[in-house]
T-cell receptor, first 114, second 115 residues
Framework: AQSVTQPDIHITVSEGASLELRCNYSYGATPYLFWYVQSPGQGLQLLLKYFSGDTLVQGIKGFEAEFKRSQSSFNLRKPSVHWSDAAEYFCAVGVMDSSYKLIFGSGTRLLVRP | EAGVTQFPSHSVIEKGQTVTLRCDPISGHDNLYWYRRVMGKEIKFLLHFVKESKQDESGMPNNRFLAERTGGTYSTLKVQPAELEDSGVYFC?????????????FGSGTRLTVV
């Protein structure tokens, strides 16, 4: 069965420090992978997506993610975190069965220390 | 362009009452989706409209949930009667392509609390 695992429920980093949020997926076919962010009071905003090609994808707000097929991973990274990055982050895989839909992980809440 | 708009942003109702959530997709987006997040768990798929037709409603939890999409424009999701376990955040999303190749655009969600 298709699934997405985000093993870290909460992560706290200091402002200016680097960040890596982990995501592992289970899907038999070539995955379409996404990272979304939800800031307080806001909707889900697409940070970046991977469909094919270069396994390192760049997104908005200085985020990037690397697709590693051998590890079934799609980890999100940012070299220097800003206080405004405090939010909840969701990894998702696009799957096709009855229709195309997204399977989400349970989310990682990022706290940023001043 | 305007984004996906959801009404209300919050709703608190008593168990047994009825609640109707509304979603206005981005103009021209034929594909409309409902998702929900219950008790801080995963965001889960509920259903998918293509224009006014239900393409896939495999995620609808039970027959207390009824979704409609009038004329292929806005959509409503009615919960009747509401139960405590229905509490959560209900997200609507729309996309131009059914495959979501360009990603969905999500609304800000409706937080439903059933007491």
């Amino acid at each position: 069965a298709q699934s997405v695992t985000q093993p870290d429920i909460h992560i706290t980093v200091s402002e200016g420090a680097s960040l890596e949020l982990r995501c592992n997926y289970s899907y038999g076919a070539t995955p379409y992978l996404f990272w979304y962010v939800q800031s307080p009071g806001q909707g889900l905003q697409l940070l970046l997506k991977y469909f094919s090609g270069d396994t390192l994808v760049q997104g908005i707000k200085g985020f990037e993610a690397e697709f590693k097929r051998s590890q079934s991973s799609f980890n999100l990274r940012k070299p220097s975190v800003h206080w405004s990055d405090a939010a909840e982050y969701f990894c998702a895989v696009g799957v096709m069965d009855s229709s195309y839909k997204l399977i989400f992980g349970s989310g990682t809440r990022l706290l940023v220390r001043p | 362009e305007a984004g996906v708009t959801q009404f209300p942003s919050h709703s608190v109702i008593e168990k047994g009452q009825t609640v109707t959530l509304r979603c206005d997709p981005i103009s021209g987006h034929d594909n409309l989706y409902w998702y929900r997040r219950v008790m801080g768990k995963e965001i889960k798929f509920l259903l998918h409209f293509v224009k006014e037709s239900k393409q896939d409603e495999s995620g609808m939890p039970n027959n207390r949930f009824l979704a409609e999409r009038t004329g292929g424009t806005y959509s409503t999701l009615k919960v009747q009667p509401a139960e405590l376990e229905d509490s959560g955040v209900y997200f609507c999303a729309s996309s131009q392509t059914a495959g979501g190749v360009y990603g969905y655009t999500f609304g800000s969600g409706t937080r439903l609390t059933v007491v």
